[in-house]
C-alpha cells in the first residue's frame, strides 16, 4: 500500500525550529516530487516547498530562507527544517508526493507556534 | 506569481444537481491544473490531473476542463458523499498556487 506518514509536529513558541519528516511506503522519494502543503485552521491549502530530480528545491516566499526542505533516500523519508517559526506558520502541514502534482498525501501534522 | 480565482467561493446544491466550479489563472498555464477534493478533518484527494484527466478510482461524473487561463470542475449529478472542499492548483510556474477554494453545501 501506497503511505506517506508525517512526524515532528507540535507546540513551540515563535522563534523556535522545529524538524518535520515524512515516512514513504510503496513510494520512492527520489524519484517523485515530494512537497509540503499547509492549512491553517480554518483556511484554504498553501503550497510550501517542493522536491525533485536531483534534488532541485523550491519555496513559497513566505517561508524562503526560514524552511529547509531534503530528502533523505537511505531512509526514504522527506524532511523539513523549519527555523525561525512565526505565529502565521501554525497550520496542518501536508505531505505529498506525484509525478507532477500530488496524488499521494499523508494524513497531516499540527504545528502550533504560540507562546 | 500567478493568482488563481475559483468560483464561486462556496454553493448549495441538491442531490442530482449538475455542479461547475470555475478556476481563473492571471497568466497562461497551458493544462497544468489539478483539482482537489477535502472533507473536513481529512487530507487533500486528487479528483483532475493535467486540467482534464480522471484520476483513477474517482466517479465519471467529475470531469475538468479547460487550458490556458480558465479551467472547469463539473460534477455531473451530485452525490451526498460529494459535499466537500474543492481546489484548484497551478503547478505550471513556481510558486505553485491553489485556489481559495469551494465549499459545496447541501440545500
Known amino acids: 500500500e501506497v503511505q506517506l506518514v508525517e512526524t515532528g509536529g507540535g507546540l513551540i513558541q515563535p522563534g523556535g525550529s522545529l524538524r518535520l519528516s515524512c515516512a514513504a511506503s510503496?513510494?520512492?522519494?527520489?524519484?517523485?516530487?515530494m512537497a509540503w502543503v499547509r492549512q491553517a485552521p480554518g483556511k484554504g491549502l498553501e503550497w510550501v516547498s517542493v522536491i525533485y530530480g536531483g534534488g532541485t528545491t523550491q519555496y513559497a516566499d513566505s517561508v524562503k530562507g526560514r524552511f529547509t526542505l531534503s530528502r533523505d533516500s537511505s531512509k526514504n523519508t522527506l524532511n523539513l527544517q523549519m527555523n525561525s517559526l512565526r505565529a502565521e506558520d501554525t497550520a496542518v502541514y501536508y505531505c505529498?508526493?506525484?509525478?507532477?502534482?500530488?496524488?499521494?498525501w499523508g494524513q497531516g501534522t499540527m504545528v502550533t507556534v504560540s507562546s | 506569481d500567478i493568482q488563481m480565482t475559483q468560483s464561486p467561493s462556496s454553493l448549495s446544491a441538491s442531490v442530482g444537481d449538475r455542479v461547475t466550479i470555475t478556476c481563473r489563472a492571471t497568466?497562461?498555464?497551458?493544462?497544468?491544473l489539478a483539482w482537489y477534493q477535502q472533507k473536513a478533518g481529512k487530507a487533500p484527494k486528487r479528483l483532475i490531473y493535467?486540467?482534464?484527466s480522471l484520476q483513477s478510482g474517482v466517479p465519471s461524473r467529475f470531469s475538468g476542463s479547460g487550458s490556458g487561463t480558465e479551467f472547469t470542475l463539473t460534477i455531473s449529478s451530485l452525490q451526498p458523499e460529494d459535499f466537500a472542499t474543492y481546489y484548484c492548483?497551478?503547478?505550471?510556474?513556481?510558486?505553485?498556487?491553489f485556489g481559495q477554494g469551494t465549499k459545496v453545501e447541501i440545500k
Open positions: 510503496g513510494f520512492i522519494v527520489s524519484r517523485n516530487y
Open positions: 505529498a508526493g506525484g509525478k507532477g502534482d500530488f496524488d499521494i
Open positions: 492548483l497551478q503547478h505550471n510556474t513556481y510558486p505553485w498556487t
Open positions: 497568466q497562461g498555464i497551458r493544462n497544468d
Open positions: 493535467t486540467a482534464s
